[in-house]
């Protein structure tokens, strides 16, 4: 692969994936290094004025200036159909800590959909521009508000009335995962879609879909033209997808993290996380990111393996032990 020579670093975000980056993993991958901007899971909005304990549980970092323990700012996300309540919602969310709002127009998930949010906003354009523009009303200027959209919900027709919908209603910037709804997380993923968003709106746009290695993301950047990209399973595959991204793009060589460097990484987040689950839960979480990380590495498969039955914590850690030795000694 041809190494870049222009020395330009992409602005490079960390997807909201509900249910699986916590603000554990979000500590994790943040201190790797790349990662410039975090986003966090969903907070779901319905009619109801959220007391601040709910933004605090999904974004403790409100409570540090909204940044990780590395200083990776993070931004909290809403998910709702109702612009009032929404803007509300916004409003307490920044007085809470928040220096940035995200608004989800993208999760495919058929709950979330059914209960009038996420990507199912996508089938009326209009709704989406209402409740960008509530929201960006509704909080101060200075506070960035951003949207994440797909190409569509039942196909890809509306893709650039909703990405204009975004944008006429103040949203700054604009994450685009290449898909529809009825898509999912199928193979492939439509950059070309982005390119042409990227080349009729104003503000900046993000892209996101299927860039799961260096030469993915070299053609997503030539089919795009974009110059920020949004990471999701693709960096819990590969923690450090990030820092070597930046290092190609600016000609500096990356080693890219061993196995064994992986292996710490789950273990410190274990080791983190083990008092907040019930025992019958005891390394599910691990369990979940070893599924990703199989995808770039093959002794996270022997690993998975070797710990996917097992619930008692003398038993996983004794796994951990003979895993980080064997790959230490590699």
């Known amino acids: 692969m041809t190494r870049q ?65 590395s200083g990776t700012p993070v931004r909290l996300q809403l998910l709702g159909g109702n612009p009032e309540a929404m803007a509300l919602n916004a409003v307490r969310a920044v007085d809470a800590g928040a220096k940035a709002i995200d608004l989800n127009f993208g999760c495919p998930a058929k709950s979330v959909n059914n209960s009038d949010g ?19 009303r509704a909080v101060p200027e200075p506070i960035p508000v951003t949207a994440k959209i797909r190409l569509g919900f039942q196909d890809r027709s509306g893709y650039m009335d909703n990405a204009r919908a975004a944008e006429n209603g103040g949203a700054n910037e604009l994450a685009v995962h290449a898909r529809s709804k009825v898509d999912g ?35 997503c950047r030539e089919v795009t033209g974009c110059d920020a990209f949004m990471f999701g399973r693709s960096l819990l595959a ?18 890219p993290m061993s196995w064994h460097q992986v292996a710490a990484l789950l273990w410190d987040y274990y080791s983190t996380t083990r008092e907040e689950y019930p025992a019958k839960y005891l390394g599910n979480r691990i369990k979940q990111w070893l599924a990703y990380l199989k995808l770039g590495y093959p002794e996270a498969q022997i690993f998975f393996e070797e710990i996917k039955r097992l619930r008692e914590a003398e038993l996983i850690e004794a796994a951990f032990a003979r895993t980080l030795a064997l790959s230490e000694a590699a």
């Open 5 to 69: 020579t222009d020395f330009t670093a992409p602005r490079i975000y960390q997807a909201p994936m509900e249910g699986v980056i916590d603000h554990h993993v979000r500590a994790l991958l943040s201190a790797i290094g790349g990662v410039d901007i975090c986003v966090t899971e969903f907070v779901r909005v319905t009619h109801t004025r959220l007391p601040r304990r709910v933004f605090l549980r999904l974004c403790p970092e409100l409570e540090h200036g909204a940044v990780t323990p």
């Open 185 to 219: 997380y199928k193979p492939p993923a439509y950059w070309e879609y982005i390119g042409e968003i990227r080349q009729q709106l104003s503000i900046p746009v993000i892209a996101n879909g299927d860039i799961w290695t260096l030469e993915e993301f070299r053609r």
């Open 118 to 136: 996420g990507a199912c906003l996508l089938q009326s354009p209009h709704r989406v521009e209402a409740i960008v523009g509530a929201v960006r």
């Open 238 to 255: 590969r923690p450090d997808l990030a820092l070597q991204v930046k290092a190609f793009c600016e000609g500096r060589e990356h080693s």
